[in-house]
């Protein structure tokens, strides 16, 4: 596993252009999945930039969900909470 590249792509992500679809924004929540299925091979600084990444993430959630409302519903029934990313709905109500 290229944890480098994974965290380039998820940053991409999270800090990238609106004019992705939903289904690549979908993508690379499933990517987020990745990351976090190998956390334990990612070195501490590794860690630390997946966190901050996470932190833009939820700042930015009510512009992801309303590219990826209607679809994350159907993928939030296969994912556990632990994996908070494909809820965003609920981060942005709870702002």
Known sequence: MDNKRLIKGYDAFVNGEWDLSPFEHIYELECRDIIQEHINSFNEAEKEEIEKLDKILI??????YKALKGFLEAKQKDKPKSNWWWYLDEIVNSF
């Not at 700042?59 to 992801?64: H, I, N």
């Open 59 to 64: 700042e930015r959630a009510p512009l992801f």
